[in-house]
């Protein structure tokens, strides 16, 4: 089959994402509350070079230009995600509302509308108000009430305009780094804290889709969901042992499905019933399985694991074994996984998919007559979008693609150092110079209308 000319439907989905933290900046403007990730950014030693999103991409002042560059592109929606303490800086509705950071997004709101651009709305990427992890942040189960409160807000100043709504992104990666790993806010290694931000995340879920559902008329509710492959490696290039098989089968149980299960399919996964059960309360399934209307996947590349005693769950991250394709900044590339991944997803979930992140972050600059030639991001997106049309053609249900993400961007522990975007940042200046894959990008959305519409293209 050609991989890359397979047909979608007609009314498909393109678009690009970002989230709050890593584009806004303007971290102490107008009235905006500390977040988790700016206190940690602002630990030494957590994140490479020092950086934070203090500045980032200055989006809180640029939106405009950054919308007229979406429109640029040709994309039909944008996928971004309200900072929690930009609009409740103290968390809670009851401890005073922003009306400032709430205007910030109902301009944006406006002016992506007024660009054709349809909003998705996230209302969570990992920025908790830091008064909230103060009062326990997820392993206190008020937070699920919080959460609901904070969701209703947004619905009601909102949700006249924006009608896709996603609860969570993807809540295996803050909980897992940031309560087993250590790699991300609050930084602690402790399991009973692991599984009870497990299962608060996923009350916080159907509580706020409950809010969603009767607040937003119309509204289209999702949430998203990390999605990769979990592959065994063994010890220092040795084949995987039973005991390393086991290991990345605990990480497949947290990574894959410690979220969408209990959220669409009603149950935990067997490995991690008993590490729930203190925390899990009478009728609490029934509170965490609301209906939605999409499944939202994030997915890059398979992942790695071997056994490690040595750690709280028993198993440690791996870096792809030598001889397994990476791009240049070590993440394994294989778009089959993705067709694979959207095949089971569809198969197990009998949701509407779509592809809420997917892109290749490398260490670029502009060359010597300024632009930036992205060949390798390209080729991935050429492969990875051929993967999907794949997975389509096969059967699965996939609506829309997003591509992480139309800006370069502070991508978390690695801060400014790996790119991710369409779009170049030149961060002294703020300057955006869009890349080849953005054109690459436009180019795509421009044939696939025009083949939808059944105008002949080259
Ligand atoms: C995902 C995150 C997103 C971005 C990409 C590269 O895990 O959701 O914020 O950092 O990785």
Not at 131 to 139: F, H, S
Not at 150 to 164: I, T
């Amino acid at each position: 089959m050609d991989k890359t000319n397979g047909r979608l439907p007609p009314d498909f989905v393109w678009g690009v994402s970002t989230a709050s933290y890593q584009i806004e900046g303007a971290a102490r403007e107008d009235g905006r509350g500390p977040s988790v990730w700016d206190t940690w950014s602002h630990e030494p030693g957590r994140i490479q070079n020092g950086d934070t999103g203090d500045v980032a991409c200055d989006h809180y002042h640029r939106w405009a230009e950054d919308v007229a560059l979406m429109k640029q592109l040709g994309v039909g929606a944008y996928r971004f995600s309200v900072a929690w303490p930009r609009v409740l800086p103290h968390g809670t509705p009851d401890r005073g509302i922003n009306e400032a950071g709430l205007a910030f997004y109902d301009r944006l709101v406006d002016g992506l509308l007024g660009a054709g651009i349809e909003p998705w709305l996230c209302l969570y990427h990992w920025d908790l108000p830091q008064a909230l992890q103060d009062r326990g942040g997820w392993t206190n189960r008020d937070i699920a009430a919080w959460f609901a409160d904070y969701a209703r807000l947004v619905a009601s100043r909102l949700g006249d305009r924006v009608k896709h709504f996603a609860t969570f992104n993807e809540p295996s990666v803050f909980t897992l780094f940031g309560y087993s790993f250590g790699w991300h806010p609050p930084g602690t290694k402790d399991l009973p804290s692991l599984y009870a931000a497990f299962h608060h995340v996923n009350l916080a879920h159907g509580a706020a889709v409950d809010v969603l559902r009767a607040n937003v008329a119309g509204a289209r509710i999702g949430a998203v969901h990390n999605r990769q492959p979990c592959r065994a490696v063994g010890k220092d290039g040795a084949p995987p042992s039973a005991a390393d098989r086991a290991a990345a089968g605990i990480l497949d149980d947290i990574w894959n499905k410690a979220f969408p299960d209990p959220q669409v399919l009603g149950h935990y996964p067997e490995s991690l019933r008993a590490g729930i059960a203190p925390h899990c309360r009478d009728g609490d399934m029934e509170r965490i399985r609301r209906p939605v209307d999409w499944f939202g996947i994030n997915h890059y590349g398979p992942i790695y694991a071997r056994e490690d005693r040595g750690t709280p769950l028993g198993f440690a991250w791996a870096d792809a074994p030598a001889d397994a394709p990476r791009s240049s900044i070590g993440w394994s590339v294989d778009p089959d996984a993705f067709r694979d991944t959207l095949l089971e997803a569809a198969a197990r979930y009998r949701l509407p998919i779509y592809v809420t992140e997917n892109g290749a972050g490398a260490v670029e600059k502009p060359d010597a007559t300024g632009a930036v030639n992205d060949s390798e991001r390209i080729e991935y997106l050429r492969r990875y979008t051929g993967g999907l049309r794949e997975a389509v053609a096969r059967g699965a249900d996939v609506r829309g693609y997003f591509v992480w993400s139309i800006l370069d961007n502070f991508e978390w522990g690695a801060g400014y150092a790996n790119r991710f975007g369409l779009v170049y940042v030149d961060y002294p200046t703020q300057r955006r110079i869009p890349k080849a894959s953005a054109h690459w990008y436009a180019d795509m959305i421009r044939r696939e209308r025009a083949a939808a519409r059944g105008e002949a293209t080259s």
